[in-house]
């Protein structure tokens, strides 16, 4: 333990074995911003010993979303649908891609808070990319329209569970 500017601060290995988690979970905790971090000389690494004793004592995080959260899916029906309430158009090819781009970053970022800008962009350019192709719907085949027509006739005919 050591005491700058009347503040008491330990490494890492410290806090880890005070909260009971290995010392990378510690330096993740720091990347987070859940913890501060002070570095005195390079490659030395201090944390406020109170923010170490205040995790000690706050209700315990058993993983997964905060309490209160939803799981929302981020499926692409889940965005068609949210496109298309957001833009009021009848189909997802009357919006801009631009348009899309950004209500795909809207979209990822209140489903995702843990999620990096970056990785937001890439989703929301990979979702109005999607959402721009035209979807060709090939017409069925000779055996499609045989299979339908059998059980359309079996259906009418009782044949069904």
């Known amino acids: 333990m050591t005491t700058i500017d009347g503040e008491k601060y330990i490494t ?8 009971g988690i290995t010392p990378q979970a510690i330096y993740r905790l720091i990347q987070r911003g859940t913890l501060t971090e002070m ?5 030395f690494i201090l944390i ?6 205040d995790r000690l004592t706050s209700p315990p995080n058993l993983g997964g979303r905060p309490a209160g959260s939803r799981n ?11 496109l298309l309430e957001r833009t009021e158009a009848e189909h997802e090819w009357d919006v801009t891609r631009d ?10 970022a ?19 990319e999607l959402m721009s192709r035209p979807t060709i719907i090939a ?4 055996m ?10 079996d259906y009418r005919n009782g044949f069904h569970e």
Do not use: C, G, H
């Open 12 to 19: 890492p290995r410290e806090a880890a074995d005070t909260l």
């Open 39 to 43: 570095r005195p000389w390079p490659r």
């Open 48 to 53: 406020p010993e109170r923010q170490v004793t």
């Open 72 to 82: 929302l899916p981020i499926t692409n029906d889940a965005f068609k649908s949210y």
């Open 99 to 108: 348009l899309k781009f950004d209500l795909a970053f809207e979209f990822i």
């Open 110 to 128: 209140e489903r995702r808070r843990s999620w990096d800008r970056q990785s937001m962009r890439d989703f929301a350019n990979r979702m109005s």
């Open 139 to 142: 017409p069925p085949t000779a």
């Open 144 to 153: 499609q329209q045989e299979q339908r027509a059998v059980a359309q006739d």
